[in-house]
T-cell receptor, first 115, second 110 residues
């Protein structure tokens, strides 16, 4: 396995459209995280899954944001009715929970531009 | 998780050691210090972590003060490929995620 894979790498959309991003974690990892990063800022935590259970979603930015991990493997992040302020890099990370101090492995992100 | 303070930017000459400081004066006893870096257009990459003792791996060394209120990441021989934003993060054992600040932008100069 070569690491965390995110698709697409770039997405350009018009305001009001829905977008969906996909993340494929490292295969043996049971935790999956979504972060958002805007220019000049560090990554901002959005949500995470342990297997298929979404254990933290209070930091999702609004009810337009939703994430799924239906079979405990890949995950999708959907943004409905996109706004220009949603333009950012969306990062996915995975880890194996069970180690005392788990390390997060990040993908290269999906860069979203909302016109 | 405790808050960290890092200088916004630093320069380092290629081949020299890069010493990146981090203050975490409110760290509690079960919190670890983690370092990640982010090279332009890539996701963050794990570097090293520690609790009390100094740590070294193939990428870097981590020096934690005895009172644990600050730490220094050392890249012993910086190369141009080490130009990146370096994040110091304090995280409790069992915490569910990492909280990133704005980090230190390290520029390695030829």
């Amino acid at each position: 396995d070569t690491g965390v894979s995110q698709n697409p790498r770039h997405k350009i959309t018009k305001r009001g459209q829905n977008v969906t991003f996909r993340c494929d974690p490292i295969s043996e990892h049971n935790r999956l995280y979504w972060y958002r990063q805007t220019l000049g800022q560090g990554p901002e935590f959005l949500t995470y899954f342990q297997n298929e259970a979404q254990l933290e979603k209070s930091r999702l930015l609004s009810d337009r944001f939703s994430a799924e991990r239906p079979k405990g493997s890949f995950s999708t992040l959907e943004i409905q009715r996109t706004e220009q302020g949603d333009s950012a890099m969306y990062l996915c990370a995975s880890s194996y929970q069970g180690h005392t101090n788990e390390k997060l492995f990040f993908g290269s992100g999906t860069q979203l531009s909302v016109l | 998780d405790a808050k960290t303070t890092q200088p916004p930017s630093m320069d380092c000459a290629e081949g020299r050691a890069a010493n990146l400081p981090c203050n975490h004066s409110t760290i509690s006893g079960n919190e670890y210090v983690y370092w990640y870096r982010q090279i332009h257009s890539q996701g963050p990459q794990y570097i090293i972590h520690g609790l009390k003792n100094n740590e070294t791996n193939e990428m870097a060394s981590l020096i934690i003060t005895e009172d644990r209120k600050s730490s220094t990441l050392i890249l012993p021989h910086a190369t141009l490929r080490d130009t990146a934003v370096y994040y110091c993060i304090v995280r409790g054992s069992g915490a569910n995620n990492l909280f990133f600040g704005t980090g230190t932008r390290l520029t390695v100069i030829p």
